[in-house]
């Protein structure tokens, strides 16, 4: 990611930062979902090249908090309908508001990382928000003529699901993403 990316990002961010300070303590993926699930934004997700070299940049920028997740390909990922089977290596920022997620997709097949990444580069994927259920908010969505382009969940200990979905207006623009926690069945 070029260096000027970074410090426009930096900048937004700290902005966003210097807002959120002394308001309420920051979003944990596991807390239950504000009542207006667009009071405050959980994260935003940025698509890089190599995850490594940007963990590193950030920390050279002064990010000290940056946590690696193991690579996943998650499950039931499904990218315009069909199965995603590329990996996906993340790292989040810890300490700023909204969180920063970096990804690296890893694989040659569709997925909205790779995607994105071959028609844009690295920069800013999505705006993440945690909702308590997904299915209204993507009605909400579709009927405003937006369509859920990627879904997919992961493991949140032994009684729960993450999952995710994309959404995105068909002419372009950035990704919504709605988060939400649901009981395994």
């Given at each position: 990611?070029?260096t000027?990316?970074?410090v426009?990002l930096v900048?937004?961010?700290g902005?966003?930062?210097?807002a959120?300070?002394?308001?309420?303590?920051?979003a944990?993926a596991q807390e239950e979902?504000r009542?207006?699930?667009?009071?405050?934004?959980l994260?935003?997700?940025?698509?890089v090249?190599d995850l490594?070299e940007a963990?590193?940049?950030?920390?050279a920028?002064?990010f000290?908090?940056?946590?690696?997740?193991p690579?996943?390909k998650?499950v039931?990922?499904t990218y315009?309908?069909?199965?995603i089977?590329?990996?996906l290596?993340?790292?989040?920022?810890?300490g700023?508001r909204?969180?920063?997620?970096?990804?690296?997709?890893?694989g040659?097949g569709?997925s909205p990382w790779?995607?994105?990444l071959q028609?844009?580069g690295?920069?800013?994927h999505h705006?993440a928000f945690r909702?308590p259920?997904?299915g209204?908010?993507?009605?909400?969505?579709?009927?405003l003529?937006?369509?859920?382009?990627?879904?997919g969940?992961?493991?949140?200990?032994?009684s729960?699901?993450?999952?995710?979905?994309?959404?995105?207006d068909?002419?372009?623009g950035?990704?919504?993403?709605?988060?939400?926690r649901v009981?395994?069945?």
């Open positions: 990611m070029p000027r990316t970074i426009a900048a937004a961010f902005l966003g930062v210097a959120g300070r002394g308001t309420d303590p920051p944990a979902p009542m207006d699930p667009y009071a405050e934004m994260h935003v997700g940025v698509v090249k490594d963990v590193a940049r950030w920390k920028l002064g000290a908090d940056i946590r690696v997740s690579p996943s998650g039931d990922r315009r309908g069909k199965p089977d590329v990996t290596k993340q790292a989040f920022v810890h700023t909204p969180m920063i997620e970096l990804m690296e997709p890893v040659d569709p790779g995607d994105y028609e844009n690295e920069g800013l705006l909702v259920d997904t209204p908010e993507l009605e909400k969505y579709r009927r003529g937006m369509e859920e382009v990627a879904s969940k992961w493991a949140e200990g032994d729960h699901w993450g999952t995710f979905h994309y959404v995105q068909p002419e372009g950035v990704v919504i993403e709605f988060i939400s009981p395994r069945k």
